[in-house]
């Protein structure tokens, strides 16, 4: 048997036929993530603003959502600070979308999601002596299995790291462009 055959292929289904839209109050998607990977309530601290109903799936959010939640409270120290933020505004630092005329005009997202870890010094060493590629590789594809899910919403994912303030992982969407 050779080595391909021994190593399960992995079954990608087109996620486009599988979106379940509905009406989705992302709010409710995001705090249901919180209470099941902080079930304490003693590591994330939760803001929230009113923010508009978006046509999504509610379902593939919450799969973003846990997989940039569940990063951030994995690669922060023990007991670090991790803030979830939901308004009804880009919160990315800085991303621009393309207009139909090629020129760059800001994100009008009408919701949006940023998970800060502020516990991370991104100059201190790694936790441990010898890397871990497996959770960096799973982060990777829970990354890019988020990305696409994104995407498909017609939103943004982003990415920004700073020193001494740790790093952000967030999602835009724009309820007109989805579906």
């Known amino acids: 048997m050779t080595a391909d055959k021994l190593r399960p292929e992995r079954q990608v289904a087109p996620?486009?036929?599988s979106l379940n839209l509905g009406a989705v109050q992302i709010v409710d998607v995001v705090s249901g993530v919180v209470h099941e990977l902080d079930n304490l309530g003693q590591r994330v601290h939760i803001v929230m603003e009113r923010a508009?109903?978006?046509?999504?799936?509610s379902a593939k959010l919450a799969e973003v959502a846990?997989?940039?939640l569940r990063s951030a409270l994995e690669s922060a120290p023990a007991g670090g600070p991790i803030e979830v933020e939901v308004a009804s505004r880009c919160l990315a630092q800085s991303h621009e979308t393309a207009a139909s005329d090629g020129e760059p005009q800001a994100c009008k997202a009408l919701v949006s999601v940023a998970i800060r870890d502020h516990?991370?010094?991104l100059e201190q060493p790694a936790r441990t002596s010898t890397p871990n590629r497996k959770a960096g590789a799973d982060f990777e594809t829970a990354l890019m299995d988020a990305q696409n899910i994104v995407r498909l919403h017609k939103g943004r994912l982003w990415v920004t790291t700073r020193h001494k303030h740790g790093r952000t992982l967030g999602f835009c969407l724009n309820s007109e462009q989805a579906a």
């Open 15 to 17: 996620v486009e036929e």
């Open 52 to 57: 508009p109903t978006v046509i999504a799936d």
């Open 66 to 68: 846990t997989s940039l």
């Open 119 to 121: 516990g991370v010094d």
